[in-house]
């Protein structure tokens, strides 16, 4: 059946790492979105995508964070350098545009990649 | 972006019905949803309402919306063990974005 799917689930890694999480969004959905939940903030809005083209990024740390989606079937989350303070679930997650073809704007959610920087 | 608001913690006994509340901030949202996170999976969506109802009843799950407070609440009858999990309200805004709350945690006791 079809889901969003993202690598890794999980990754541990050292202070100043570069670390890149993937995602594959359903296919012939049109939005994708990442979002990074921890407990004190819960989640928030890092990046989002329509039809392949960044339309806010407003979320996301300019200095360290880059979002990019290289085709339809492939967004990619990079942080370089690494820091602890990224240490997040980050969940990638796609969707139509609510109205077309009457799809309600649901999002459906991947099962997250957890980010721990030691 | 908007702001979504929600109570942390519910516990609730096996059987009994519990109730979510939210209050959201954009009063021309289309839609408002209800998502499911079990631990270590992503969100699932539960079940949503057009902005033009006031209620909606799914099985055991009934949302009811008050546009004039802009109150909406997620009431689980017959609540099951399953049922334990974090659930977010959230709301459509610009450019078909969601923003989301912060989450009810749910426990449900035998």
């Given amino acids: 059946d079809a889901r969003v799917t993202q690598t890794p689930r999980h990754k541990v890694t050292e202070m100043g790492q570069e670390v890149t999480m993937r995602c594959q969004p359903i296919l012939g959905h049109n939005t994708v979105f990442w979002y990074r939940q921890t407990m004190m903030q819960g989640l928030e809005l890092l990046a989002y ?25 492939l967004a990619t989350l990079k942080i370089q350098p690494s820091e602890p303070r990224d240490s997040a679930v980050y969940f990638c997650a796609s969707g139509g545009l609510a109205g077309a073809g009457g799809t309600t704007g649901e999002l459906f959610f991947g099962e997250g990649s957890r980010l721990t920087v030691l | 972006g908007e702001d979504v608001e929600q109570s942390l913690f519910l516990s609730v006994r096996e059987g009994d019905s519990s109730v979510i509340n939210c209050t959201y901030t954009d009063s021309s949202s289309t839609y408002l949803y ?66 989301f709350g912060k989450g009810n945690q749910v426990v449900v006791i035998p």
């Fill in chain 1, 49 to 73: 995508f329509r039809n392949r083209a960044p339309l806010d990024d407003s979320g996301m740390p300019k200095d360290r964070f880059s979002a990019e989606m290289p085709d339809a079937t």
């Fill in chain 2, 34 to 99: 209800w998502y499911k996170q079990e631990p270590g999976a992503g969100l699932q969506l539960l079940t949503y309402i057009f902005s033009n109802m006031d209620m909606k009843q799914d099985q055991r799950l009934t949302v009811l919306l008050n546009k004039k407070d802009k109150h909406l609440s997620l009431r689980i009858a017959d609540t099951q063990t399953g049922d334990s999990a974090i659930y977010f309200c959230a709301e459509s805004w610009g450019n078909n974005r969601l923003a």
